[in-house]
């Protein structure tokens, strides 16, 4: 398998413009999570699906922020509009299981937004 | 309120020392606690699984180790070699939401 795989790998975009992130999840994995990873932070879980369907969303930061999973093999993270204080990287993993208990995450790569 | 702190927050070391990697967490009721990797510029991989009921789990060199009684977790590298330079991450899984922690970044000096 390919891994989770995540798009684009690098963004820069200026304040106020659309981003969208975008993860294919490993095939056969039914939870997917989107995490924003920042120095001063670290990884935060930002949104949870288990079956296409949000579970968690409580770390979404505001109303910038939304997240979809129209099919098991494919999530979008979109911030719209961006602001500077949006810059980090966002990490999809997916792992098999209702919840993560005892199932190990794979990580993609991450996106690094920059935005100015 | 569920924390996990790590420490030290840097490591450097020369190659073929053994070393150890702390985690710690605040919430003892844990389903299980990961540690991952992360290289410069890459996502995270998944190293080790303990589980609750589990006291540690061993994978080549490196042993992890965990007390939940005391809120702790030792990650333990044997003969360091500078291919282990990276960010080491522990996650604990309480249920419905990983807690990372900051980690630990790591330097093997050859």
């Known amino acids: 398998d390919a891994g989770v795989i995540q798009s684009p790998r690098h963004e820069v975009t200026e304040m106020g413009q659309e981003v969208t992130l975008r993860c294919k999840p490993i095939?056969?994995?039914?939870?997917l999570f989107w995490y924003r990873q920042t120095m001063m932070r670290g990884l935060e879980l930002l949104i949870y699906?288990?079956?296409?369907?949000?579970?968690?969303d409580s770390g979404m930061p505001e109303d910038r922020f939304s997240a979809k999973m129209p099919n098991a093999s494919f999530s979008t993270l979109k911030i719209q509009p961006s602001e500077p204080r949006d810059s980090a990287v966002y990490f999809c993993?997916?792992?098999?299981?209702?919840?993560?208990?005892?199932?190990?995450?794979?990580f993609g790569e991450g996106s690094w937004l920059t935005v100015v | 309120k569920q924390e996990v702190t790590q420490i030290p927050a840097a490591l450097s070391v020369p190659e073929g020392e053994n070393l150890v990697l702390n985690c710690s967490f605040t919430?003892?009721?844990?389903?299980?606690l990961q540690w991952f990797r992360q290289d410069p510029g890459k996502g995270l991989t998944s190293l080790l699984l303990?589980?609750?009921?589990?006291r540690e789990q061993t994978s080549g060199r490196l042993n992890a180790s965990l007390d939940k009684s005391s809120g702790r977790s030792t990650l333990y590298i044997a003969a360091s070699q500078p291919g282990d330079s990276a960010t080491y991450l522990c996650?604990?899984?309480?249920?419905?939401?990983?807690?990372f922690g900051p980690g630990t970044r790591l330097s093997v000096l050859p």
């Open positions: 993993a997916s792992s098999f299981g209702r919840t993560f208990s005892g199932n190990t995450i794979y």
């Open positions: 095939s056969g994995h039914n939870s």
């Open positions: 699906f288990n079956n296409n369907v949000p579970i968690d």
């Open positions: 919430d003892s009721a844990i389903y299980n």
């Open positions: 303990i589980q609750s009921s589990q």
């Open positions: 996650a604990v899984d309480y249920g419905q939401n990983f807690v």
